[in-house]
């Protein structure tokens, strides 16, 4: 009995010597910022361990290594990711090789984005948006018809962040996306602010995206989509309608004043406040609008 | 054999912790009076945000006496004791609070710097963000689910609404805390055009390691939530993500 007891003390003594204190990490976080391999040898297995507090700290401790042992830490991170592990860990490894923005990763990670039994694989395309290695274009497009929502949208900011470099191969593979895929490209689009989709946007405009085509062309169309968002701020729909009186804002184009001055009667309140809004942008001027209770106000300001 | 498992035991238990002996740091102590027990005195390095989360906090004990080693640095401190009981989180009428004491300058000698904390009750405006309740009679609601990366549902996070797109400032209004399920339903005075954010802290600029995940439909700015006056929007849901 004594000696069962005794094992077991000895077991939980092990196990809590092998644990890693915060103070130590600390220690290793100092050391790594000043290049010390060892240090950074033990933050980087650090990111193995269960606990997320400690993953976050190591993970922490790793970003601040100095800049000279960047390939170093690469390099350990790329084996690990060959190897088995958790997906916690993987998602700690793969943040990190984005926050480090890892061309030399580009490979193996295309893989695991592509595994379903990788559940946190949007991570991947996190990483992607950070490294912007146009190799990626593809990968990432494909991804935008993955079944898990965070993917496809981490997938799609991806190709925001990767830029006008992206925009050419989106436009290619837009005519025969399906309608899912084909929002989310609209969307990228639309942030891209880059005028070359005009014309493909133009045609989904009566599409089920049509909000996100009216929203896309308010951030990069020219005066081609200003008679059409003018004819929609008199659609049925008032959600059109509140779209397209927020367009007619960001497009930046005088010609949409008198018709934004027409919206300002609309019976619904909302396109009211969004023409009231748009007109401060097209004039410069704070435009009042009738709110809810039929008393004249100012909208409160969306672009601070 | 008796006599070498405990040889091993204590040697295990030096070998332990023989690595928790801290430097000599100096150290920040006071009372915050009148007298409070399980006051948190909130520690701000210089050029922190003052009402996001502080560099380290300390409670008071039950005579009020507080005691924390801090590394060399400038720091301001403030008390805060909230009725809730809570860490984080705006103030409301009733509860206790400090002025911002500092800055203090802590140098690596050792010293004991000693400041008492002088705190008074909150008075005037109810809360400095509004807590939107699910419980909130008006009829204009935004609802919908918390998920973290596994689809799971996230508890203990808050969905913070603004009314600018980018969502810079402090929160228009505040969701209370979602319970298991992850579910939130935050009612707001008037319909409009809203951005929203959920997140499991409260304050400041999301860290990395933080759970963070913003409304939107793939973009890099937030998709805004148009909700209409006496409106019941449901299924707005978030998915939060540690931030890298």
């Keep these: 009995m004594m000696k069962r007891i005794a094992l077991l003390f000895i077991f939980f003594l092990i196990a809590s010597a092998c644990s890693p204190k915060i103070s130590e990490i600390d220690v290793y976080q100092s050391k790594a910022k000043e290049g010390d391999k060892g240090a950074i040898k033990k933050l980087i297995k650090l990111l193995e361990y269960p606990d997320e507090e400690i993953k976050v700290k190591a993970y922490s401790g790793l970003i601040e290594a100095h800049h000279d042992k960047k390939g170093f830490i690469e390099d350990a991170l790329i084996s690990m990711l060959k190897e088995r592990h958790d997906d916690a860990t993987r998602e700690f490894v793969i943040g990190l090789l984005g926050k480090l923005k890892s061309k030399k990763s580009v490979e193996v990670l295309k893989e695991l984005g592509k595994d379903k039994n990788f559940k946190r694989r949007y991570v991947v395309f996190s990483a992607f948006g950070e490294i912007q290695d146009e190799v990626v274009v593809d990968d990432v497009i494909d991804a935008l018809s993955d079944p898990l929502e965070d993917v496809r949208k981490y997938a799609s900011r991806a190709l925001i962040k990767l830029g006008p470099k992206a925009i050419p191969k989106m436009m290619q593979r837009f005519p025969s996306a399906n309608a899912s895929v084909k929002g989310y490209l609209i969307r990228a689009f639309g942030e891209l602010r880059n005028n070359q989709p005009e014309d493909l946007l133009i045609k989904e405009l009566d599409s089920e995206n049509k909000l996100d085509v009216i929203w896309a062309l308010g951030k990069l169309g020219k005066e081609k989509s200003l008679p059409l968002l003018i004819d929609l701020t008199k659609s049925t729909d008032y959600r059109v309608r509140i779209q397209a009186c927020q367009a007619l804002g960001d497009l930046n184009l005088k010609e949409a004043i008198p018709a934004l001055k027409v919206a300002l009667n609309d019976r619904e309140v909302l396109v009211r406040e969004w023409a009231a809004r748009s007109l401060e942008l097209l004039t410069g001027e704070r435009t009042l609008y009738r709110d809810e209770k039929g008393n004249l106000a100012l909208p409160y300001s969306i672009y601070h | ?244």
């Design chain 2, 1 to 244: 054999m008796k006599k070498l498992v405990i040889g091993i035991m204590l040697l295990l238990f030096f070998a332990c912790n023989s690595g928790e002996k801290k430097a000599d740091k100096s150290s920040i102590s006071g009372m915050i009076y009148k007298p409070i027990g399980n006051a948190y005195v909130y520690i701000y390095k210089e050029g922190m945000d003052l009402k996001g989360p502080a560099f380290t906090d300390v409670v008071s004990d039950s005579n009020g006496n507080f005691s924390i080693q801090l590394p060399p640095g400038k720091y301001f401190l403030v008390a805060r004791m909230r009725k809730s009981g809570e860490v984080a989180g705006p103030l409301e009428v009733g509860d206790i609070k400090s002025d911002v004491i500092g800055p203090i300058v802590v140098k690596e000698s050792g010293e004991v710097i000693k400041t008492d904390i002088k705190v008074f009750e909150k008075k005037g405006e109810a809360k400095d963000i509004a807590i939107a309740s699910s419980k909130d009679e008006k009829k204009t609601v935004i609802s919908g689910y918390i998920f973290d990366a596994d689809g799971k549902p996230v508890q203990n996070a808050r969905v913070h609404v603004y009314d600018h797109v980018q969502m810079s400032e402090r929160p228009k209004f505040v969701s209370t805390p979602t319970g298991p399920d992850g579910k939130y339903s935050i009612a707001l005075p008037k319909g409009g055009t809203y951005y929203l954010a959920a997140r499991d802290k409260f304050g400041g600029p999301p860290k990395v390691g933080d759970l963070y995940g913003r409304y939107d439909k793939g973009t890099i700015e937030p998709s805004g939530v148009v909700v209409r006056d006496n409106e019941v929007l449901q299924n707005i849901n978030i998915t939060v993500h540690r931030v890298w």
